[in-house]
């Protein structure tokens, strides 16, 4: 049965691909380098943090990678930067982004593009956190704070060839931490291994600290509940043998999408293999609401970025325009302001969101993509072995979408501990690429990291090595892609001693 279930999931990465010859054998992450290297920090020594420019700390501007807030400074260290402070992190600096979050490559800043790391400066970092993850490949720093709507620790994790972890919706505070769009945001972890992102989340206890400035942050209560229907879980255990042994991996078929790169293909396919060495199991699973993820993604991100950048107005926040001779309340003030304030990647975010949200839209576009976003999170809940301790009553008549969707499911209910797919559906491209693409290509990228993000569940990106064309140099130079794998709510611990053992 158990070797029938892999078949499948083997045909499902390898439906219509021409198998290729030169596939190298597996290497580990520590062979899949890039050249600049820097050795990871030995213990005891205090560890380094490289912050994202959109989370507060104390000595350091805060500036979303935006004009608007250029030279801002933040009087407080946000709570994430207070909780790993106290436990011996020193602040190195404050690390380039997309303006506001808004990007994919690390490109709408205001300020200054990231590069890629030594080697592949003409490629994108990924995005939004893009200075995060460069950070940590350099060596600049042992850990980064990123932050994650919709995938953004977790894409340039796998432009980088480093770690990127988004913990489960509501388990770090977010206070301090400029907001893009509420529901999604997370703030999450870069590194070159997993270990010190699970030390900090687990071993140091951060997924227990509650914080009353945050109105999103689980409850203590919620999270002791939580914790304790995890049972045996909720610990982690690095690197210890057998973490895979016995552990189920659901293949989604709705992940292997004909833009998927051959090679990325072949990369998460190894990885299955790998698996049942271990001792798992991977079987072909169905989420048929993933294809219209994205749309809702969309919708909703912009909508509450709309909502949340308002209060940039050059009176109450943001740096104020007054050149027209205006600087009266009547309007020309907010407009300047704005207008010379945002980047166009924000402004066309805020149009976007101001029209979903407006009395005629409002039901075809804000309305369905919420319902999107339940038939997202059921899907997962159905595939999952562990419930969703968060599971709560329907707020929307779902059934006719329901309907259609199940006609949609091709295998019923599977259960599994762990679902496993690429985090990008390429390897980095040329930054010059980047530039031409329309903005609805620079969407598409995130096709596999918003789903997680809709559901709020924790989910990581690890390196995941690819074959390589040992005569096609720029394969040799981008010999990496990025495994993403995504658990339960609140099954972040497991999730990263699962990760720690495949990385
Ligand atoms: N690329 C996505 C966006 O632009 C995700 C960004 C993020 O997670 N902050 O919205």
């Known amino acids: ?19 290729r010859a030169n596939i190298l054998p597996r290497r580990s992450l520590h062979q899949a380098t ?23 700390a104390t000595g350091f501007t805060t500036t979303c990678a935006s004009n608007i807030l250029a030279g801002n400074t933040i009087p407080f260290d946000a709570t994430i930067v207070r909780q790993l402070r106290e436990r011996g992190a020193t602040v190195t600096g404050k690390v380039g982004m997309d303006e506001f979050g808004m ?29 995060s993850a460069v950070a940590v490949r350099k060596g600049e720093a042992e850990l980064a704070l990123g932050t994650d709507t919709g995938g953004s620790v977790r894409m340039p994790a796998a432009y980088t060839g480093t770690v990127g972890f988004k913990p489960s919706y509501g388990m770090l505070s977010r206070w301090g931490v400029v907001p893009y769009a509420n529901s999604l945001d997370t703030v999450g972890f870069l590194a070159r291994t997993v270990e010190p992102i699970g030390k900090a989340i687990v071993e140091q206890g951060l997924y227990l600290e509650h914080d009353d400035n945050d109105p999103t942050s689980l409850p203590t209560q919620a999270r002791k509940r939580c914790t304790a229907e995890r049972k045996g879980y909720a610990s982690w255990n690095p690197s210890k043998e057998g973490t895979i042994q016995g552990l189920t991996f659901g293949i989604p078929i709705e992940y292997n999408i004909k833009e998927l790169d051959l090679r990325i293909r072949q990369g998460w396919m190894m990885v299955a293999e790998e698996i049942e060495h271990l001792g798992g199991r991977v079987v072909p699973v169905s989420l048929p609401s993933t294809k219209n993820a994205l749309s809702s993604y969309y919708v909703i991100a912009p909508a509450e970025a709309a909502s949340n950048l308002s209060k940039y ?22 407009a300047k302001t704005r207008e010379t ?30 319902k999107v ?100 140099e720029e394969e040799k130079l981008l010999s990496f892609g990025g495994l993403q794998i995504i658990g339960q709510y609140w099954d972040d611990a497991r999730l990263l001693s699962v990760a720690d053992s495949l990385s």
Not at 41 to 46: H, R
Not at 103 to 112: C, D, L, N, Y
Not at 313 to 334: M, Q, V
Request: proline share 6%.
């Open 1 to 19: 049965v158990r070797h029938s279930h892999f078949r499948a999931a083997r045909r499902v990465i390898s439906a219509q691909v021409q198998w």
């Open 34 to 56: 890039i050249g600049n290297d820097a050795p990871v920090q030995s213990s005891g020594e205090a560890t380094r943090l490289a912050v994202k420019d959109n989370i507060a």
């Open 103 to 131: 990007g994919t490559h690390s490109t709408t800043s205001a300020f200054e593009t990231v590069h890629n790391v030594l080697g592949l400066e003409e490629y994108s970092a990924g995005g939004s956190s893009g200075g």
């Open 313 to 334: 107005d050059g009176i109450r926040y943001g740096r104020r325009n007054s050149e027209h001779g205006s600087d009266s309340f009547d309007g020309i003030l907010y």
């Open 341 to 370: 304030g945002f980047g166009s990647e924000v402004k066309r975010r805020i149009v976007l969101g101001s029209y979903t949200l407006s009395s005629e839209a409002m039901d075809n576009y804000f309305i369905q993509a919420q």
């Open 373 to 472: 976003r339940r038939l997202v999170k059921k899907d997962f809940d159905r595939v999952f072995k562990l419930s969703n301790p968060l599971q709560d009553e329907e707020a929307f008549d779902l059934s006719e979408m329901e309907e259609t969707v199940q006609l949609e499911n091709k295998f019923g209910p599977a259960q599994v501990d762990f679902l496993l797919c690429p985090t990008a559906p390429t390897t980095p491209p040329l930054l010059e690429d980047v530039m031409k693409q329309t903005p609805l290509d620079s969407y598409m990228n995130d096709v596999f990291t918003v789903p997680a993000s809709l559901a709020g569940l924790p989910a990581i990106s690890i390196p995941m090595d690819i074959p390589v064309d040992p005569k096609n």
